[in-house]
């Protein structure tokens, strides 16, 4: 009894490991292969993948003045050479236009907003696209400053000993003023004094206010000085 359960356990054991076999052969290595296959096509996609990024600098743009009082500007730059510069202002594109043999670029009629903007470009060349150059922000000015005379006023007669004053007022903060051709002097909140030495009788005082992007606006007052 105990032979016949040991040669059926021998011929059991022959028969899987003969199962094993033939799994192995028509099963197992041809399902190898092809898991090998996927895996080397795979890395070749991922290999073509990355060779066909190619990295483009982004372009970049001179330096403009910080405020405008033109509704258009003209800009200039450099970037790779015959690529095509795409412009934007406050991230909306504006034009396309091509760099020289050498890389410059020049963009007139750029067109602004009142308030700030935002420029930014990027290069275009073979299909592919940079990143976003550094950005400039010019701010568009149309209305001509404020200017407010706070004293003396206009038309004040002054008399006695108070020949010496100072002329007192407001602006826009960053504005230039001149008095009768003078600099006055501007804080950082746009308050402004001069002080001056008043002749005998009519006293005329010509006020200028000029800000960053240009503008001016003038005024006159008069003050009489009786001694």
């Known amino acids: 009894m105990e032979e016949k359960k040991l040669y059926r356990r021998l011929v059991l054991t022959v028969g899987l490991f003969v199962l094993i076999g033939v799994f192995a052969i028509f099963i197992g290595l041809p399902l190898f292969a092809r898991v090998i296959l996927l895996f080397s ?14 990295f483009v600098m ?6 403009y003045f910080e405020a405008t ?3 258009k500007i003209a800009l200039s730059g450099y970037g790779d050479k015959d690529a ?6 406050n991230d909306k594109v504006v034009t396309n236009v091509k760099t020289d ?12 907003k009142e308030g700030d903007n935002s420029i930014t470009a990027i290069i275009i060349k073979d299909k592919h696209e940079s990143s976003p150059s550094a950005a400039i922000n010019v701010v568009y000015k149309k209305s001509p400053p404020k ?4 004293s003396p006023k206009d038309g004040d007669k002054i008399s006695g000993d108070k020949r010496d004053i100072t002329i007192v007022g407001e602006t826009d903060p960053g504005n230039r003023i001149t008095i009768n051709d003078r600099l006055a002097i501007v804080d ?3 308050k402004f004094n001069f002080a001056t030495t008043l002749s005998d009788g009519e006293n005329k005082f010509k006020i200028k206010a000029v800000d960053t992007a240009g503008n001016t ?10 001694p």
Do not use: H
Not at 217 to 226: G, L, P, S
């Open 101 to 112: 043999n050498e890389g410059k670029f020049t963009a007139d009629n750029i067109p602004l």
């Open 69 to 71: 009082n033109s509704a």
């Open 217 to 226: 606006a003038e005024m006159e007052f008069k003050v009489t000085y009786n």
């Open 58 to 63: 982004p372009p970049s743009i001179n330096p």
């Open 147 to 150: 200017i407010t005379i706070n």
């Open 84 to 89: 095509t510069i795409r412009i934007s202002v």
């Open 188 to 190: 950082q909140d746009g």
């Open 41 to 54: 096509s795979f890395r070749k996609d991922q290999v073509s993948n990355t060779q066909e990024e190619v």
